[in-house]
């Protein structure tokens, strides 16, 4: 269980740039036997909102901000073990931020989640070229192609991504995620079929159900 005081160490562990205080805490939730989702939602993602919005408010230097990214990544890497050791079956899902979308730590964490409920996930990371993207879809042919956007101003990008994938695979299923989308409602709608936001690891869960 993360508690008021494991939040608040592990975030000032963050913007005091002390990896191993933040190691240490995410060990210990580990071994504790916490589920992965509450590890990463509860502590990972909680920790780098609130980083983001320092960031946004000049409460903290981009510098901070990308100390703070880079130790929640380690961190979250002590818990491959347990999310790649998953039983996996014949499904599969590209992972990518869009171009000009520097924050990856959102799409790395969806693609976790796909590797922890047995999909195989390939994570392109940030400011992926749609080229690349399409080149990639080619050749792993995967049942699932999922965007990030974190900035609301590339929606117009997503929109482009989408429709150039949409033109090579028009029968793939796309989703698309971030806080880029959060306060849109039913951007897909009535636009395409196999297309829809996705907007929280709950929801992902509920659409992984369905396969």
């Given amino acids: 269980m993360i508690t008021d005081t494991i939040y608040k160490n592990f975030l000032n562990g963050l913007l005091a740039g002390d990896r191993k205080a933040c190691s240490e805490i995410t060990?210990?939730?580990?071994?504790?036997?916490i589920s992965i989702k509450e590890l990463?939602?509860?502590?990972?993602?909680?920790?780098?909102?609130?980083?983001?919005?320092?960031?946004?408010y000049d409460k903290i230097t981009?510098?901070?901000?990308?100390?703070?990214t880079g130790i929640t990544e380690y961190c979250m890497?002590?818990?491959?073990?347990?999310i790649f050791g998953a039983a996996h079956?014949?499904?599969?899902?590209?992972?990518?931020?869009?171009?000009n979308e520097y924050h990856q730590i959102g799409a790395r964490m969806v693609a976790d989640f796909f590797e922890l409920h047995g999909w195989h996930g390939y994570f392109l990371g940030a400011n992926?070229?749609?080229?690349?993207?399409?080149?990639?879809?080619?050749d792993r042919k995967p049942d699932i192609v999922a965007l990030s956007i974190s900035l609301y101003s590339n929606i117009p990008a997503l929109?482009?991504?989408?429709?150039?994938?949409?033109?090579?695979?028009?029968?793939?299923?796309?989703?698309?995620?971030?806080?880029?989308?959060?306060?849109?409602?039913?951007?897909?709608?009535?636009?395409?079929t196999g297309v829809s936001a996705v907007k929280d690891l709950d929801s992902l869960e509920r659409l992984l159900d369905e396969y």
């Avoid at 939602?41 to 320092?54: K, N, P, S």
């Avoid at 429709?163 to 989703?175: K, L, M, Q, V």
Wanted: one cysteine or more; hydrophobic letters at 45%.
């Fill in 40 to 56: 990463y939602t509860g502590l990972f993602q909680a920790a780098m909102y609130e980083i983001g919005e320092m960031w946004e």
């Fill in 62 to 68: 981009p510098a901070v901000e990308h100390l703070a």
């Fill in 89 to 99: 079956r014949d499904k599969t899902a590209i992972i990518s931020c869009l171009v």
């Fill in 159 to 192: 929109i482009k991504v989408i429709d150039e994938i949409r033109s090579d695979f028009p029968a793939i299923r796309i989703i698309a995620g971030g806080l880029g989308l959060k306060n849109e409602n039913g951007i897909f709608t009535g636009k395409y």
């Fill in 128 to 138: 992926t070229p749609v080229k690349s993207l399409l080149d990639m879809i080619k």
């Fill in 77 to 82: 890497s002590l818990a491959y073990p347990l």
């Fill in 27 to 33: 060990k210990e939730l580990i071994n504790s036997s």
